[in-house]
């Protein structure tokens, strides 16, 4: 299995603009999780999907951040318009009924400048 | 409602040293119980977990014991390695649930 597959690996943008943020879980999960990593607020949930519907996105920080799962295979995690405190690690992980083990990608280091 | 609470690091360690991360949970019904680990540059990976009391969970030399008594879950190594230097992640996930619960991490410096 190839597990989680997260893209962009490195993200560099300026302040103001869109960033797309994309997920492939691993084959057979039925949930998703987006989360934040920062030194200063360690790891924040941010929004988390089961059988594509989103339960619970209390984390996400504000209206610049949305999140969609149009399908099983992919989601995406979009700021718009990006700020320089949004720069961070954003890790997705994947899970299913059969396990109650998290499988996180690799992560999206975004900066902001 | 589920919270995790570690120790707060960086805990600095020679090799060969004894190790022990400290881990108290608070949840209501019987959570399942985990460590991960996340080396720099990488994604959280799970290194041991146990899912009832009295269960022991081990993986490369770590192990971690389920004290329903004491809601804890502190994690061991009888002699660390450089190699083991690392963030751990005490956790837990309650039954039924798919939501897992992470503590703050602590950090793990080996020295040589």
């Known amino acids: 299995d190839a597990g989680v597959i997260q893209s962009p690996r490195h993200e560099v943008t300026e302040m103001g603009q869109e960033v797309t943020l994309r997920c492939k879980p691993i084959s057979g999960h039925n949930s998703l999780f987006w989360y934040r990593q920062t030194m200063m607020r360690g790891l924040e949930l941010l929004i988390y999907?089961?059988?594509?519907?989103?339960?619970?996105d209390s984390g996400m920080p504000e209206d610049r951040f949305s999140a969609k799962m149009p399908n099983a295979s992919f989601s995406t995690l979009k700021i718009q318009p990006s700020e320089p405190r949004d720069s961070a690690v954003y890790f997705c992980a994947s899970t299913s009924v059969r396990t109650d083990t998290q499988y996180f990608g690799p992560g999206t280091r975004l900066t902001v400048l | 409602g589920n919270s995790v609470t570690q120790m707060e690091g960086p805990v600095t360690l020679s090799e060969e040293a004894f190790l022990t991360i400290n881990c108290t949970y608070t949840a209501t019904g019987y959570p399942s119980l985990f460590w991960y680990v996340q080396y720099p540059g990488e994604g959280l990976q799970l290194l041991l977990k146990?899912?009832?009391?009295?269960d022991k969970g081990s993986n490369k030399g770590f192990e971690a014991t389920y004290r329903k008594e004491t809601t804890s879950f502190h994690l061991e190594k009888g002699s660390v390695q450089v190699s083991d230097s690392a963030v751990y992640f005490c956790?837990?996930?309650?039954?039924?649930?798919?939501?897992?619960?992470f503590g703050a991490g602590t950090r793990l410096f080996v020295k040589a």
């Open positions: 999907f089961n059988n594509n519907v989103p339960i619970d």
């Open positions: 956790a837990l996930t309650n039954t039924g649930g798919f939501k897992t619960i």
């Open positions: 146990a899912t009832k009391a009295d």
